[in-house]
Structure formats: structure tokens, C-alpha cells
């Protein structure tokens, strides 16, 4: 933003300067030959009353004399017949010959500048041609070696000196505007920061203009807005944990007294099963606590962490565990927490269902619509026939089953889902597709 | 023969657990209120506290601090949060162990003859911390070191070592670990405490071929050897 505010001001100041400096310059121009055509008048009548009166060497030092200068003038007398021409532009043309012919005065547009012809008699009170001379002033466009380069450069001058000026405001109004909207920004990206509570963050400083200092108090209502809700739902988690999980308790250690032994172990059985839905619904009651305000976990990084957890395991029983994992982060819409679980109940899924030493392999990749791609497969027996709901999960050896019921939770949250099918290793392969953050 | 305290809201879960707690040879003495239950545990002086955390008229890690201000009688905290902020906080707060809801009665007076082992008669121990040869496991700081060298060990594997070291020579099943360890006595996959006992081997610097604590039986459970020292 600082940078455009220059960029325009930039553009602004210079199509105003170059509005005004292209005019004034054709301007200071045109003055200043109008300065020359007048001095230059002036030097015509001079010249004229010294070539009337005067002889030829008279003239010729005056004309050396008013030549002399560098002003851009310069005067030449055409004497008719075989008298010598005296000054610089001598010889004749047809304009000369003409004023020389009719005896009136001429003043005409030359190369870089102006021309007059004004005759002069020298024959006393009758005018004839071949007693005519005819004095040449030529004056020369004011150049770039002339008193306008001056002028012209202090007009430049002066206009650098308005753009740098600008630029210098501009600059200063753009940190201005920028520092407090950096300081907002920076605000919100720590609300969502990985690790960040949204409850410990303090109000950002309200600074700067007035739009700025109106979104600052917004964000400042809302993140406090958002910090009462979450604690209104951790309390109302806390609650729904000891209300459902205290009956639950005292149903267990009635349970437990029971004399009868097959009624007690049928009565805990039930009891598990409440249990285990108990605990999924709190689970997933506690997701945005997980979560925080923006939930947002790079896939690679946790997938590549509990793999190598896993691997300990894999190596003891001589199993074959590979993980092709991209270079690059992938960041996932779904807590740490959430996500870690989520690979461990896959990971625990092979090791529960597919022997030793049946390999296994994970693979993340991005998906196309952002998001990551999680797949888990081994080359164990595959998943019993029948079993393609995930919600009733996969029940087997030393596993309740309730395992892909959580992933397929995490990822649905997440804006993805699972699938469960076959893996060209032979064994069962889970794919989990999770949204982006 | 130990004296407890239950301080419990619940009509239903208080008498239970004093029959429970009774028939296993304890003195059971009972409070509602969080207010009663300090004045019973100040006048009373129990042996140990069971302190459920809901209670009606204090929150009960407001009944565990002020019991902390005045008393080192050990308290296990009854909580319905299971997440383990929730449960370290407990332990930051002064409570010797925790039990989560819905626990069992086994659960519960395995947990009292735990923390009753590890404290002196009357109070709390002068050395909270359980030692096995070279293995040093201070529960209240939950620091662990073997050989005098501090173990780099996540929250469930000191839980899983300090469960172990409790019971030092016993068999333990990894059903019960999964009860015990992750609260889960209902579900869970022995799995994850096959990897988690996994990475305790490679910290304590043994294998399973040739262990030195952490002791597999195969089919059954496992033991911490006391003869790893």
C-alpha cells in the first residue's frame, strides 16, 4: 500500500509538472525572442542612421562593435551595386533585391530564427534602388547555449525538487496509514498462529486513521466476542463431561458390586459400550477447543512425526514401513491434536490387523483443490468382507473398532472424507482426504 | 488400614464408594459440599483425600488449593476431563494422582494403595520420588533419570513407566495399561502400548531381546524388573 500511495503520488505530481513546465518552456521561449526581435528593432534604427550618415569604415566598426556580442544578433549592411557588403551574412537574395526594388521593410522566418530586411537610402530625400543599402538583422531562435537553458533548468530543477518533495509527504502519510494496518494484520495472523491460545491474546493498540482505528476496534470486539464463547463452551464442555460421565460412574460401581459375576460382566459390557459413545460425543463436543480460532496443521509435518514414532515398532517386528512424503508443508484444516490422532489410529489399524512382517506404507500428497491426501496401506489381509462403513469402524483384535469412526470425523470436519478399499500391496488401504486450512 | 475422605456431590456415587472402599478395609468418612469436605479433611485428618472435582458450592481445584494451604494429606482428584491439560493442571495444582470418570472400584483403590505406598504415615512423603536401581521416577515433578540422567519422556510414557514402577515386579496387562495409562477401559488398541513401551525401551537403553527394566511376557503383559538395577 505504501508503495502505491508513492507510485501515485508519483504519477500525479509528474503529469501536473508536465502540464505546466512543457507550456511554460515554449513560453520562456517565444519571451525571450521577443526580447531579441525588440532589442534587435532597436539596433536597426541605429545601424540605419549610421549607414545613412556615415562612411564605410564608420560602419564597419560599428558593426563590429554591436556584432561583438553573443546575444544572438546579428547585423549585416548589403551595400548595392559593387560596393563591399560590411558584417557576417553578406550576399544577396531575392528578398533583398525586392527590398532594395520597392523600399519597404521585410521580416521573415529563417533556419533557427528571424530575419529583417530594412532599407536604407542613401541618396538623400529621393529613394533609387542602386542608392539603397539594405540592413540584414538576424536574429536566432533562442538554443540550449542561451539564457533559457538557464531558466529552463531552474524551471527542472524546481519540479525535481516538487516530486522529491511529494514522494517525501507521501511516504510520510503511507506509514502512516501502513504501520497501523500492519499492526492489525499482525494482530489477526497471531489469532490464527499454531499453538497461539485465542484466549491469551491481549487487544491490539487502536492507532492510526480513523478507518484504521474502526477495524481495530472491531477486531478487538470480535476476538473478545470469541474468547466468551470459548469459554462459555469449555464450561459447557466441563458440564456435559460431569454430567454424563457422573451417572455413568455411579452405574459402574453399582456394576461392580453385583454379586452375581455373568450379570456384572454383562452389565460392563453395556456400561463400555455407553462409555465409548460417551466419549466420541465429548470428543467431538471438544473439537473447537482443539481447534482454537483458526485450525490450521501442516499434514507432512505430522504425518512425518508419527510415522517415525511408529517406525520404532515396525523396526522390532521387522516390518517394512515406508513414507513418501512431499518437501513442502501441506496445512490442513484440523488441530495437531486432532490430525496426530487420526495418522495413530491408522497406523494402529495396521499393526493390529495386518501381521508382521506385512509391509506398510504412508503417502501424503496435495490434493488438486487444496488440502492434503492421506493414504495408509499395508500388505496384510485387507478388511473383512462387509466392512465399508466407517462408522461402524473396524472391530478386531485388541481394537473396539471406534477408530475410523474418529478419522472419518476429523476429516468431514476438515471439509474432506475417507475411503476404505483395497491396496495394490494386497492388504487394506485407508485414503483420507482433509481440507486446507 | 487407611483413613479416606471422600469428598463427593453425587447421592448416588458416595455411598457406593464408601462400601466399595470399606469393604476393602479402608475407614471411609464422607463430605457433599466442598466447604464441609475442608473442615472434615482439617478437623478429621485423613490419610487421604478422594476429591471429586464438580462439587456444587466450590469449584474442587479451589477446595485442592486451600487444602494445600494448610495440609500435605495426599489427594486423588475424581475428575469427568479426561484431556491432559485438564490433568496436569490437577497435578500442578497439588493433587498426588488423578482418576477419571467413570472409574471402577478396582481403579479407584488401586490408585489409593498407590499414592498410600508412596507416602510416610500421617503425610506425605519426604521423597515423593519412586526408585528402582538406577531408575528415579519423581512423580509430583514428573521427572524421570536412570543413572542420574535425565529422561526425555512424553506425557503417556512417564505415565506408562510411573504405572510400572508402582507396582515393580507385577505383571501387568496391556489391557490394564490401556485402563490405567489412557483411561480407556473400554476401547483402545494394545497397540499403541506396544509402541509407547517400544520408545521406553530405547530411552531406558534396552531392547526387548535383551531388556533391562521393562520386562515382556508374552501372551500376558508386562513387568518392571526389579532387578534391572
Known amino acids: 500500500m505504501r508503495r502505491s500511495l508513492i507510485v501515485t503520488v508519483a504519477a500525479a505530481v509528474g503529469i501536473v509538472l508536465l502540464a505546466m513546465m512543457v507550456p511554460m518552456a515554449f513560453l520562456m521561449s517565444d519571451y525571450a525572442l521577443?526580447?531579441?526581435?525588440?532589442?534587435?528593432?532597436?539596433?536597426?534604427?541605429?545601424?540605419?542612421?549610421?549607414?545613412?550618415?556615415?562612411?564605410?569604415?564608420?560602419?564597419?566598426?560599428?558593426?563590429?562593435?554591436?556584432?561583438?556580442?553573443?546575444d544572438g544578433i546579428t547585423t549585416t549592411v548589403l551595400y548595392p551595386g559593387d560596393v563591399?557588403?560590411?558584417g557576417p551574412d553578406q550576399g544577396e537574395d531575392d528578398r533583398v533585391a525586392q527590398v532594395r526594388s520597392t523600399g519597404v521593410a521585410r521580416v521573415d522566418d529563417v533556419d533557427d530564427g528571424t530575419q529583417l530586411l530594412v532599407p536604407v537610402s542613401r541618396g538623400g530625400s529621393t529613394p533609387a534602388e542602386e542608392s539603397t543599402a539594405v540592413i540584414r538583422v538576424v536574429v536566432e531562435r533562442p538554443g540550449v547555449d542561451s539564457e533559457l537553458f538557464g531558466g529552463l533548468a531552474v524551471l527542472l530543477l524546481l519540479g525535481l525538487a516538487l516530486v522529491v518533495g511529494s514522494l517525501l509527504v507521501a511516504d510520510r502519510l503511507g506509514r502512516g496509514f501502513v504501520e497501523p494496518i500492519r499492526a492489525v494484520a499482525a494482530h489477526a495472523g497471531r489469532l490464527g498462529a499454531a499453538g497461539e491460545s485465542v484466549t491469551d491474546v491481549e487487544p491490539v493498540a487502536v492507532t492510526g486513521p480513523a478507518e484504521v482505528r474502526e477495524l481495530a476496534t472491531a477486531l478487538n470486539r470480535l476476538v473478545a466476542r470469541i474468547q466468551t464463547l470459548l469459554a462459555r463452551e469449555r464450561e459447557a464442555n466441563a458440564d456435559i463431561s460431569h454430567r454424563l460421565r457422573t451417572p455413568v460412574t455411579a452405574l459402574r460401581l453399582?456394576?461392580?458390586?453385583?454379586?452375581?459375576?455373568?450379570?456384572?460382566?454383562?452389565?460392563?459390557?453395556?456400561?463400555?459400550?455407553?462409555?465409548?459413545?460417551?466419549?466420541?460425543?465429548?470428543?467431538?463436543?471438544?473439537?473447537?477447543?482443539r481447534e482454537g480460532l483458526v485450525a490450521s496443521t501442516d499434514a507432512v509435518a505430522v504425518v512425518r512425526e508419527r510415522v517415525e514414532y511408529w517406525r520404532l515398532l515396525a523396526e522390532e517386528q521387522e516390518r517394512?514401513?515406508?513414507?513418501?512424503?512431499?518437501?513442502?508443508?501441506?496445512?490442513?484444516?484440523?488441530?495437531?491434536?486432532?490430525?496426530?490422532?487420526?495418522?495413530?489410529?491408522?497406523?494402529?489399524?495396521?499393526?493390529?490387523?495386518?501381521?508382521?512382517?506385512?509391509?506398510a506404507r504412508v503417502t501424503v500428497t496435495a490434493r488438486a483443490e487444496g488440502g492434503a491426501r492421506i493414504r495408509v496401506e499395508d500388505a496384510g489381509p485387507g478388511f473383512p468382507e462387509g466392512i465399508g462403513s466407517p462408522g461402524r469402524g473396524v472391530s478386531g483384535a485388541g481394537s473396539t473398532g471406534l477408530g475410523l469412526a474418529i478419522v472419518e470425523q476429523t476429516a468431514t470436519s476438515s471439509g474432506g472424507g475417507l475411503l476404505v478399499d483395497g491396496s495394490p500391496l494386497g492388504g487394506a488401504r485407508v485414503t483420507v482426504d482433509l481440507g486446507v486450512a | 488400614m487407611a483413613q479416606v475422605l471422600i469428598i463427593e456431590?453425587?447421592?448416588?456415587?458416595?455411598?457406593?464408594?464408601?462400601?466399595?472402599?470399606?469393604?476393602?478395609?479402608?475407614?471411609?468418612?464422607?463430605?457433599?459440599t466442598g466447604m464441609s469436605g475442608l473442615?472434615?479433611?482439617?478437623?478429621?485428618?485423613?490419610?487421604?483425600?478422594?476429591?471429586?472435582?464438580?462439587?456444587?458450592?466450590?469449584?474442587?481445584?479451589?477446595?485442592?488449593?486451600?487444602?494445600?494451604?494448610?495440609?500435605?494429606?495426599?489427594?486423588?482428584?475424581?475428575?469427568?476431563?479426561?484431556?491432559?491439560?485438564?490433568?496436569?493442571?490437577?497435578?500442578?495444582?497439588?493433587?498426588?494422582d488423578y482418576v477419571v470418570k467413570p472409574y471402577t472400584t478396582d481403579q479407584l483403590a488401586a490408585r489409593i494403595g498407590a499414592v498410600l505406598r508412596r507416602v510416610a504415615p500421617g503425610g506425605r512423603a519426604a521423597d515423593p520420588a519412586i526408585s528402582i536401581g538406577g531408575l528415579r521416577i519423581d512423580v509430583p515433578a514428573r521427572r524421570a533419570t536412570l543413572d542420574d540422567v535425565a529422561l526425555d519422556l512424553t506425557p503417556k510414557e512417564f505415565d506408562l513407566l510411573r504405572y510400572l514402577a508402582e507396582r515393580p515386579g507385577e505383571v501387568v496387562t496391556k489391557r490394564t495399561l490401556l485402563a490405567e495409562v489412557w483411561q480407556q477401559p473400554w476401547g483402545g488398541s494394545e497397540k499403541t502400548v506396544d509402541v509407547h513401551l517400544s520408545w521406553l525401551r530405547r530411552k531406558l537403553g534396552e531392547t526387548a531381546a535383551e531388556p533391562r527394566f521393562l520386562e515382556t511376557i508374552r501372551g500376558v503383559g508386562v513387568r518392571l524388573s526389579t532387578e534391572g538395577s
Do not use: W
Not at chain 1, 453385583?258 to 465429548?282: G, K, N, P, V, Y
Not at chain 2, 462400601?19 to 457433599?32: D, M, P, W
Open chain 1, 34 to 70: 521577443e526580447d531579441r526581435l525588440t532589442k534587435a528593432a532597436l539596433e536597426v534604427q541605429a545601424t540605419e542612421t549610421v549607414v545613412a550618415r556615415q562612411d564605410a569604415g564608420s560602419v564597419a566598426f560599428y558593426l563590429d562593435k554591436i556584432n561583438d556580442g553573443e
Open chain 1, 84 to 86: 563591399a557588403d560590411i
Open chain 1, 254 to 289: 453399582r456394576a461392580d458390586s453385583l454379586a452375581d459375576a455373568d450379570e456384572r460382566q454383562r452389565l460392563s459390557a453395556d456400561l463400555d459400550d455407553l462409555q465409548a459413545t460417551i466419549d466420541a460425543i465429548i470428543r467431538e463436543a471438544r473439537r473447537s477447543e
Open chain 1, 320 to 359: 517394512d514401513l515406508t513414507a513418501d512424503l512431499p518437501p513442502t508443508p501441506l496445512p490442513v484444516r484440523a488441530s495437531a491434536e486432532d490430525l496426530a490422532a487420526l495418522v495413530d489410529v491408522l497406523l494402529d489399524n495396521v499393526f493390529t490387523h495386518a501381521p508382521a512382517p506385512a509391509a
Open chain 2, 9 to 32: 456431590d453425587d447421592p448416588r456415587i458416595r455411598p457406593l464408594v464408601i462400601k466399595a472402599l470399606t469393604e476393602r478395609g479402608h475407614a471411609v468418612s464422607s463430605a457433599a
Open chain 2, 39 to 96: 473442615t472434615a479433611a482439617i478437623d478429621g485428618r485423613p490419610d487421604l483425600v478422594v476429591l471429586d472435582l464438580g462439587l456444587p458450592d466450590v469449584d474442587g481445584t479451589q477446595v485442592l488449593s486451600m487444602l494445600r494451604a494448610v495440609s500435605d494429606v495426599p489427594v486423588i482428584v475424581a475428575t469427568a476431563r479426561d484431556d491432559d491439560p485438564s490433568l496436569v493442571a490437577c497435578l500442578d495444582g497439588g493433587a498426588d
